[in-house]
């Protein structure tokens, strides 16, 4: 979405051409990462361009107070986090219901055959938001704890230990994937896929 869109669904006068200059500036330098920051934080990018779109959109609304911050990426990318943790709190409420509705078919969705493979995206799924956001910041974008801090609107005491936390958590789900139910009855030859581990 460019930023003279944004403009049209925010507004319904002229824009001061100077406000509108310099948020035109700052949606082309950051627009990108925070959609990229949208993505880490929700994990599907449609869902994350949307929200990007939203953030940037409130950003406009508010733009005098954006502007007016000591630093107003940071201010966008608590924005982009608050929106992000709403979103989890819905979709965490829509994926139980249909946990409850898809559980007797569970069964039957997995496929035995696949190896059990967990990538850093589908961990960082499993983390709490605070926890994930934490990461994302820390790792993601090389944020320093204060800065981190900023824009999740905590104690940097706070994101120390959420951070260290969540990474023991990571840790744990990379290191042990599911265990495999079916045993071999016959060990298998040597140099075979089943035996390497593969």
Known sequence: MLPHALWERSHTCPP???ARAEFHRFFQRHHRELARLAFLLLGDQDGADDLAAEALTAAWQRWDRVRAADQPLAYVRGMVVNMARSRLRALVRERD????????????????DVPA????????????????ACVVLRFGFDMSEKDTARV???????????????????????ADPSP???????????????????
Do not use: I, N
Request: hydrophobic letters at 35%.
């Open 97 to 112: 219901k249909a946990a409850r509705l898809s559980a007797r078919m569970d069964d039957r969705v997995r496929d035995p």
């Open 16 to 18: 001061d051409e100077s």
């Open 117 to 132: 493979v967990v990538d850093v995206r589908a961990a960082l799924r499993t983390l709490p938001q605070r926890k994930r």
């Open 152 to 174: 999740l609107g905590v104690a940097v005491g706070t994101v120390k230990s959420q951070t260290a936390k969540a990474v023991a958590e990571l840790a744990r789900h990379l």
């Open 180 to 198: 495999r139910s079916p045993t071999p009855t016959t060990p298998a030859p040597k140099g075979s896929p089943r035996s390497s581990g593969l």
